[in-house]
T-cell receptor
């Protein structure tokens, strides 16, 4: 059972380039999330989805777009990367009705030069 | 705004000793879940312990226990018999029960375990 899988694990971009992070979960979770983690800032919510075809903004959504075309996948896109988007990105998922525990991926380290 | 505050950016403990990490939160709701997550250098977020707000009994998981004070909105984590493998970032978090989508995290406490 793979759980939550993020690809790629590492990526280096130049300013202005675009990229997509893929999150896949095999637990049939309704809810999926993208967080970014920066030193001293904890985890900040970028976007989330409560079901297939739905997305919503979190705390720091600017510069990112997301899509949830399939229940098991949640994509995070950067259309024009900026150095301020250098971070570690975490995907997480959970069931809608349960104790609220999040299951996390291993994180993706993105560096924007 | 719903917030979680971890007032200790860094803590250290001697191996085999006990350490307590602090967490306070702010919500006007009465039903919610509280969590402590551990993030070792591998980056993987690992659930350490969970507490349901409606339960008065403090949760325990082996060497990990919590002191949940609902009126004071306090949720501290006690690690007994600390081990080198306990060295990690620890995040406190909560989510409202029923109908809420978002888990709110604190900024974390970095725990160092000295041999």
């Amino acid at each position: 059972n793979a759980g939550v899988t993020q690809t790629p694990k590492f990526r280096v971009l130049k300013t202005g380039q675009s990229m997509t992070l893929l999150c896949a979960q095999d637990m049939n979770h309704e809810y999926m999330y993208w967080y970014r983690q920066d030193p001293g800032m904890g985890l900040r919510l970028i976007h989330y989805s409560v079901g297939e075809g739905t997305t919503a903004k979190g705390e720091v959504p600017d510069g990112y777009n997301v899509s949830r075309l399939k229940k098991q996948n949640f994509l995070l896109g950067l259309e024009s990367a900026a150095p301020s988007q250098t971070s570690v990105y975490f995907c997480a998922s959970r069931w809608r009705t349960y104790t609220g525990e999040l299951f996390f991926g291993e994180g993706s380290r993105l560096t924007v030069l | 705004a719903q917030t979680v505050t971890q007032s200790q950016p860094e803590m250290s403990v001697q191996e085999a000793e006990t350490v307590t990490l602090s967490c306070t939160y702010d919500t006007s709701e009465s039903d919610y879940y509280l969590f402590w997550y551990k993030q070792p250098p591998s980056r993987q977020m690992i659930l350490v312990i969970r507490q349901e707000a409606y339960k008065q009994q403090n949760a325990t998981e082996n060497r990990f226990s919590v002191n949940f004070q609902k009126a004071a909105k306090s949720f501290s984590l006690k690690i007994s018999d600390s081990q080198l493998g306990d060295a990690a970032m620890y995040f406190c978090a909560y989510i409202l029960q029923g109908g809420s989508e978002k888990l709110v995290f604190g900024k974390g406490t970095k725990l160092t375990v000295n041999p």
